[in-house]
């Protein structure tokens, strides 16, 4: 079946440093791929997405490649803001595109 | 543009009892989903909707677990006999897209306690 592997926090980072949080898949079919974000006190929120192998989803100054040879999605951002704290989530839809998928989620603290 | 509305926010019960939850989606969403998060756990599925069609359920999901959306609009979704076990935050979301473009929107929960 569809699994979404995240790399385990907490992530502990000064502000205005370099973000990567890893995400690989196993998926069945063709998969579209997506980042949620979770602010504290907050609902998952979708943060961004690729649809197909090399795409680039970005939004709010995160980046994310769909690199299908390594089956992965891993979430980047240049300089992270104390208001980037949060949990993101790796997610996944497959197969007969009718659930999602997620990952465990990766709790990201900055600190300034 | 209210959001995904769920009620109540906490619910705490005896083992045994039975509970029911309820989800208002984002008016003409026409799918639903239901998934149950546990601490440091991502949102595991529990049952999709499309309309008034439940079309996938969890192997996980027992058969205490029953879900209903009527008229295709507001849902419920009633745990029976409940344990320990069940207590987790349970999770709605609705979306309009589908597809490969799939996009969720999710209500902020309902925290369950079992004691």
């Known amino acids: 079946g569809d699994s979404v592997t995240q790399m385990e926090g907490p992530v502990t980072l000064s502000e205005e440093a370099f973000l990567t949080i890893n995400c690989t898949y196993t998926a069945t079919g063709y998969p579209s791929l997506f980042w949620y974000v979770q602010y504290p006190g907050e609902g998952l929120q979708l943060l961004l997405k690729a649809t197909k192998a090399d795409d680039k989803g970005s939004n709010k100054g995160f980046e994310a490649t769909y690199r299908k040879e390594t089956t992965s999605f891993h979430l980047e951002k240049g300089s992270v803001q104390v208001s980037d704290s949060a949990v993101y989530f790796c997610?996944?839809?497959?197969?007969?595109?009718?659930?999602?998928?997620f990952g465990t989620g990766t709790k990201l603290q900055v600190i300034p | 543009d209210t959001g995904v509305s769920q009620d109540p926010r906490h619910k705490i019960t005896k083992r045994g009892q039975n509970v029911t939850f309820r989800c208002d989606p984002i008016s003409e969403h026409n799918r639903l989903y239901w998934y149950r998060q546990t601490l440091g756990q991502g949102p595991e599925f529990l049952t999709y909707?499309?309309?008034?069609?439940?079309?996938?359920k969890s192997r996980l999901l027992s058969d205490r677990f029953s879900a209903e959306r009527p008229k295709g609009s507001f849902s419920t979704l009633e745990i029976q006999r409940t344990e320990q076990g069940d207590s987790a935050m349970y999770l709605c979301?609705?979306?309009?897209?589908?597809?490969?473009?799939?996009?969720?929107?999710f209500g902020s929960g309902t925290q369950l306690s079992v004691l």
């Open positions: 997610a996944l839809i497959s197969g007969g595109y009718q659930k999602v998928t």
């Open positions: 979301a609705s979306s309009s897209t589908g597809g490969r473009d799939e996009k969720l929107f």
């Open positions: 909707f499309q309309n008034e069609a439940q079309l996938e």
